[in-house]
């Protein structure tokens, strides 16, 4: 979609608003946001502007984490208990702190490796056909980020930073 030059400034503005509106706990007022236009533009137009931005996305602002499938899975699968979710928790912080192996990999396959190993570690059940139903991951589709996460799983005692521990 393209922006007229003399629409910029309020497209702008309005994208600002929405963000401080889905990054802060207490986000400006519109008027904060009108007061940077200098006046240019009244409350109205911003927040016009604003439902515009937001039926273009049509209401599509973020990615979804890591976290967000795994509660997807823990909502989805009986096998799962609180040592399987602290475990799939921690497996999944492990692949923020060691970046590297995972970049090539999307969130919903991280979290799904790392459901899979906590799943197995803690009652040693595999991945669960009612997931592969659900997500149209397999467990074979797995292995490659499944073995990153048995080496960075391995070596986490060791790792120079502990912020995070089993």
């Not at 475990?87 to 692949?95: V, Y």
Request: aromatic fraction near 10%; glycine fraction near 4%; include cysteine.
């Amino acid at each position: 979609m393209s922006v007229l030059r003399g629409k910029l400034q309020l497209v702008g503005t309005a994208a600002m608003l929405l963000a401080s509106k889905f990054e802060e706990i207490y986000p400006p007022e519109v008027a904060a946001f009108v007061y940077i236009t200098d006046d240019t533009y009244t409350k109205k137009p911003v927040l016009r502007m604003e439902r515009l931005v937001l039926k273009v996305l049509a209401f599509d602002l973020a990615a979804p984490t890591g976290n967000q499938f795994l509660t997807h899975y823990f909502l989805h699968q009986q096998l799962a208990n609180c040592k399987v979710e602290s475990l799939a928790m921690f497996l999944g912080e492990l692949s923020l702190i060691d970046a590297d192996p995972y970049l090539k990999y999307l969130p919903s396959v991280i979290t799904g490796a790392a459901f899979h190993l906590a799943l197995y570690k803690v009652t040693g059940q595999s991945w669960p056909e009612s997931l592969v139903r659900k997500n149209g991951y397999t467990l074979e589709s797995l292995k490659p980020c499944l073995m990153n996460f048995h080496q960075t799983y391995l070596k986490a005692p060791q790792h120079a930073q502990q912020s995070i521990k089993v």
